[in-house]
């Protein structure tokens, strides 16, 4: 079928051809121009982080810490430190010791390079009346802000991601953008979340949380040392959450919280190991996790190491 | 008859074993507590070595009221005062009830003997705050790097701001 017709007054077109070059056109007007420079390419054809080999890696972390000298003025290494075999993670939180002081939340911003305004903050230390029905969540504080903690009638509960074996996040995600890790830690690759937040509506705990602006920070206060899986600067509207410091961890130190925690309520060690401290906490004390009804079988523990 | 006398010489073979095997037992149990990587102990700059002052000195056994050290006011295990811990005879030294002598640098063993099950949790890693490696060499800390001997109970402190509130975001 013709659709092109030439006639006195110059070419015709028929409506629909019309409209398949106009739509040609918008695209093409909406994909940067030329002098594009070709990281953009480079990170829109960038496959997923496990289909990836080291080469590829290698290729994209280059890229991104040159894209972050640039942003930041400074020199940030972006590491891709695999899991340690033999090793899954899990947490212990002494409730019996905790102050709702809330260093480990200020030390995980400084650790984790999160968004100080809009803020975002991996921890929520939920504050609880002593002797009432506390398993309600919902009838908890996270705003209080007395003069001096611990105060007499209430108690605290850090709240973070809990590193879930069963993780409900992770099947919400339609992109596959988030994953658990051989060491337990459920992670999310930046470069692949599209922002629908599918995963936050899946998390029982609030542990994930949305960029909704550009994050801001003071580039003088960002950590320079970063892992992909974990804490390099992330982008306007990408999801992130506590990957248990992967930085930290996979390189055998403690996360920030529990070197930041005045009265030690803080536990971290290998599951699979017998000798470790969680193993300790596990076995001898009362211990509990969050939600166990939810069958998400958090590594995260919470017990009682004194009196109740 | 017969299942008597083998039931008797059981027991004693028992008896005897047990007799023979306890002071295994107690030299075990007795063992030199394993050294823990810990900093020097807190000490107010220029306080240490106590000898400096006390070298010399009358040892004045009495419980008084002290005309130096007036800052220390001891709220801890009422009823006690310095000889409790603190060694009359040589004062660079801690002095354990049972006449055992321990140094400052060691006084976890001191705090243990009426904390045992405290101390026993901190050797497990389970009291106490750690740093360093999850996988290798931790920090340990002194009880009283975080208790104050002389008033071991926390006191509350100023906590950090609480997130913006939703409500507050402009």
Same mark, same amino acid.
């Given at each position: ?92 939180? %002494?409730?019996?010791? *905790? +102050? @709702? =002081? &809330?260093? /480990?939340?200020? #030390? !995980? ?79 999310? %690759?930046?470069?692949? *979340? +599209? @922002? =629908? &937040?599918? /995963?936050?509506? #899946? !998390? ?105 | ?170």
């Amino acid at each position: 079928m013709k659709k092109v017709k030439k006639t006195r007054e110059g070419i015709q077109l028929d409506r629909r051809t019309f409209l398949k070059g106009a739509a040609l056109g918008v695209a093409g007007a909406a994909l940067p121009s030329s002098n594009a420079d070709a990281s953009f390419w480079d990170s829109f054809f960038q496959k997923h982080f496990q289909e990836m080999n080291e080469a590829e890696i290698k290729q994209v972390i280059e890229r991104l810490e040159k894209e972050y000298g640039e942003k930041y003025k400074k020199a940030i290494t972006v590491g891709n430190e695999k899991a340690i075999p033999g090793v899954l993670f899990g947490y212990g939180l %002494d409730l019996s010791r *905790c +102050i @709702g =002081c &809330r260093r /480990c939340e200020y #030390a !995980c911003v400084d650790e984790n390079n999160q968004s100080k305004d809009p803020q975002i903050h991996w921890i929520t230390v939920l504050r609880f009346k002593k002797g009432e029905k506390w398993v309600d969540l919902e009838g908890s504080d996270k705003y209080y802000n007395p003069d001096l903690v611990p105060e007499p009638e209430y108690f605290y509960m850090p709240v973070q991601c809990q590193q879930c074996e069963n993780p409900p996040c992770v099947r919400a995600c339609p992109t596959q953008a988030t994953w658990k890790e051989p060491d337990g830690i459920v992670v999310v %690759d930046y470069n692949w *979340c +599209i @922002g =629908c &937040r599918y /995963c936050m509506a #899946a !998390c029982p705990y609030g542990a994930r949380h949305f960029n909704w602006t550009e994050p801001n920070r003071d580039p003088e206060e960002i950590n320079t040392k970063t892992h992909y899986l974990g804490n390099r600067p992330r982008y306007k509207g990408v999801v992130e959450k506590c990957t248990f410091c992967i930085q930290r961890t996979r390189n055998g130190r403690y996360p920030a919280c529990v070197e930041a925690c005045p009265v030690g309520a803080r536990k971290f060690g290998n599951l699979l190991d017998p000798n470790s401290e969680i193993r300790y906490a596990i076995e001898h004390k009362r211990v509990f996790r969050l939600k166990e009804d939810l069958n998400t079988y958090p590594k995260f523990y919470y017990f009682f190491a004194y009196g109740v | 008859m017969d299942r008597k006398k083998t039931g008797l010489f059981l027991s004693l073979v028992a008896f005897l074993g047990i007799v023979i095997s306890s002071p295994y037992l107690l030299a075990e149990e007795q063992e030199i507590p394993k050294k823990f990587f810990v900093p020097p102990p807190p000490f107010s700059p220029g306080i240490f070595p106590c000898s400096q002052c006390h070298q010399g000195m009358p040892v004045n056994r009495k419980p008084r009221k002290l005309e130096m050290h007036q800052d220390i006011v001891l709220k801890h295990m009422p009823g006690g005062w310095c000889f409790d811990c603190h060694n009359p005879d040589n004062r660079d030294k801690l002095r354990m009830a049972n006449g055992k002598l321990v140094s400052f640098e060691e006084s976890y063993i001191l705090c243990g003997q009426c904390h045992g099950t405290i101390l026993r949790e901190w050797k497990a890693g389970l009291h106490g705050k750690r740093t360093g490696m999850w996988n290798g060499e931790k920090q340990y800390r002194l009880c009283v790097h975080c208790h104050w001997p002389h008033e071991p109970r926390f006191k509350p402190i100023k906590p950090l701001p609480p997130p913006v509130k939703p409500s507050d975001i402009k």
